[in-house]
């Protein structure tokens, strides 16, 4: 009775579970879509997506996509032919027990009069989907917790999705092999099915066929002949030969010498317990952990083969990414292929990786307050992206990964904290979006590092001209002093051919206007210390590092280099300080 209102808990809290993270879909969010719409609308919303794909052609591509990336995995058969073989070794011999062995006495029994899991060919089926669901977990630890992959992390839920399934399959071959040899389960069987002068016979046949482990007897062929008309008689039509669990019984073997001592403790029941428990602990735990994906990530699949060929509402492209941020696997394909992962090591900030910055970006989007200092990283890790797009193309789970950080990027600029990157020329994909984000929208997060420079270095502002920083206080450009008088900025004459040749200033018909000190000014600026010019000229901040300058100049001039040290060294000092004093915050 107990396990039966055990096995009833584990289904409420699955499908509170799915309810709760079904609901979070339309709920939360952090892009355009997300604000202003209610859960009902988005919800609305996604049904009429629903309805209009499916019953318009689209119906095609979603059953192409189910075939061809929900069962077929082609997105991982092209990155590794293992690595696909131990996904699809998982996800078919999981949905085989799922169906066969776990549901058997509802669906199987069905299908199948005179069903028993004890009997071929559900002995071979069950033990060869085990096997098979064995070695893809096997692959799976192996490539998670030996192969040394670039630019991938493992987190606790990594190691719990390996963990819940491998006790659930060890506990579960334990105990068919333990079962096999128990000679205390074979007299319970011998009590309810047969009689007491049966067991001598049975038991010598099934010592000789079964592989029960029976205490020392007697047994004569006379016995054994006995014992096989007895066991076709009472046993046959429930129990075949146990060697068709090859798995099982190979165990079995391995344990004939223990086998007495297990009985003796009452391990058959004992195993039962654990691996009945750890099935419904996965089952009731699967929708709030990584196993989760398992219902997310063949959604965020279709849903994403079915948009290519559209662009959704923004409701729906809010509802998209939150499916997207739970089908995630943290497997950190995009880590080892992104652009920029090298430069985690460099500003030390793991959220650089597109793989750390889904459960940020999870907190971000449920609205959990994650600190100033994590809000930073995380903000930093999303725009120090080059767009490339090499993670959304790699990504086994079909998404849509630039998606996710554009829509992010607004959303933590928004919230007030300067960027730097923005100051870089990283920011040229955001410039392209200033039709779509709107003037004020774009400009804002521009001008807001430029501003916490000016305070830092104590300029009153950067475009009206003034000097508050006096000439000769160079102390923070102390090394840049240095290396501008170890360059070759000394050979300069002024002849103005980096700035004819840079195409930033070739944009504007009053560039001095527009961009304050040009390419050869800010060279003269930099050589009289006058810092609060060079820094409030729009041309530092515009220079898209393109080295044309550099190579046009007839004295070997390192204008783009020296450019880029200005900058550096204004952002270093700034960013320092604001996380020294986030840092000192309680």
Same mark, same amino acid.
């Given at each position: ?50 309805? $209009? ?82 070695? $893809? ?243 930093? $890790? ?108 000394? $050979? ?95």
């Amino acid at each position: 009775m107990r396990h039966t209102v055990a096995l009833w808990v584990a289904l409420a809290v699955f499908a509170a579970g799915l309810a709760v993270r079904g609901s979070a879909w339309f709920r939360n969010g952090f892009g355009a879509g997300a604000r202003g719409t209610t859960g009902a609308s988005r919800l609305a919303a996604a049904a009429r997506g629903v309805a $209009g794909a499916l019953l318009s052609a689209r119906i095609l591509t979603i059953g192409g996509s189910f075939v061809q990336d929900v069962l077929l995995q082609r997105r991982i058969r092209s990155l590794s032919a293992a690595r696909w073989l131990a996904h699809e070794l998982m996800f078919l011999a999981f949905v085989a027990l799922l169906l066969m062995h776990a549901l058997g006495s509802v669906l199987t029994a069905r299908l199948f009069p005179g069903y028993q899991p004890t009997l071929e060919p559900f002995l071979l089926l069950r033990d060869l989907f085990g096997a098979a669901l064995l070695v $893809g977990v096997a692959v799976a630890a192996y490539r998670r917790f030996v192969v040394a992959v670039p630019r991938r992390e493992t987190r606790r839920s990594d190691s719990y999705a390996i963990a819940i399934v491998a006790l659930i399959l060890v506990s579960g071959i334990l105990l068919e092999a333990v079962k096999i040899g128990s000679y205390a389960r074979f007299q319970s069987m011998v009590r309810e099915y047969a009689s007491d002068a049966d067991e001598a016979p049975l038991a010598a046949y099934w010592a000789r066929e079964m592989g029960t482990v029976a205490p020392a007897l007697a047994a004569s062929p006379a016995l054994a002949a006995r014992g096989r008309e007895l066991h076709e008689q009472s046993c046959a039509t429930c129990h075949s030969r146990p060697q068709a669990a090859f798995v099982g019984y190979a165990a079995a073997a391995l344990l004939r010498p223990v086998s007495p001592g297990l009985d003796a403790i009452g391990a058959p029941r004992i195993l039962w317990l654990v691996h009945f428990y750890a099935c419904l602990a996965g089952l009731a735990l699967l929708p709030f952990t990584k196993m989760f994906h398992l219902f997310a990530t063949p959604l965020s699949l279709i849903v994403n083969a079915v948009v290519a060929r559209g662009k959704p509402s923004p409701a729906n492209a809010a509802t998209k990414q939150m499916i997207e941020l739970d089908a995630c696997t943290h497997c950190c394909t995009c880590s080892a292929r992104c652009s920029m992962a090298m430069a985690s090591d460099a500003v030390r900030n793991d959220t650089v990786l597109p793989s750390e910055k889904i459960s940020a970006l999870r907190a971000l989007a449920t609205g959990r307050d994650l600190g100033r200092s994590e809000l930073r990283s995380l903000q930093e $890790g999303v725009c120090l992206c080059t767009a490339c797009d090499r993670c959304t193309v790699s990504c086994p789970s079909g998404i849509d990964l630039l998606g996710l950080w554009l829509s992010a990027r607004e959303a933590l600029l928004a919230k007030g904290e300067p960027e730097f990157t923005l100051l870089s020329p990283l920011s040229l994909r955001r410039r392209l979006l200033e039709p779509e984000l709107g003037p004020a929208a774009y400009r804002e997060p521009v001008e807001r590092p430029r501003r916490a420079i000016a305070a830092h270095f104590g300029f009153a502002a950067l475009a009206d001209g003034s000097s508050v920083l006096a000439p000769g206080d160079d102390r923070p450009w102390s090394a840049l002093r240095r290396s501008l008088q170890a360059s070759t900025v000394a $050979g300069c004459f002024g002849c103005k051919t980096c700035s004819t040749a840079c195409p930033v200033v070739r944009t504007f018909e009053n560039p001095q206007k527009a961009l304050g000190l040009l390419p050869h000014q800010i060279l003269y600026a930099a050589r009289l210390r006058l810092w609060d010019l060079v820094l409030g000229s729009n041309m530092l901040w515009d220079c898209l590092g393109c080295y044309q300058c550099q190579e046009h100049c007839p004295q070997g001039v390192g204008v783009t280099d020296i450019l880029y040290e200005l900058k550096n060294v204004a952002i270093a000092q700034t960013g320092a300080a604001r996380r020294a004093e986030t840092e000192a915050r309680p």
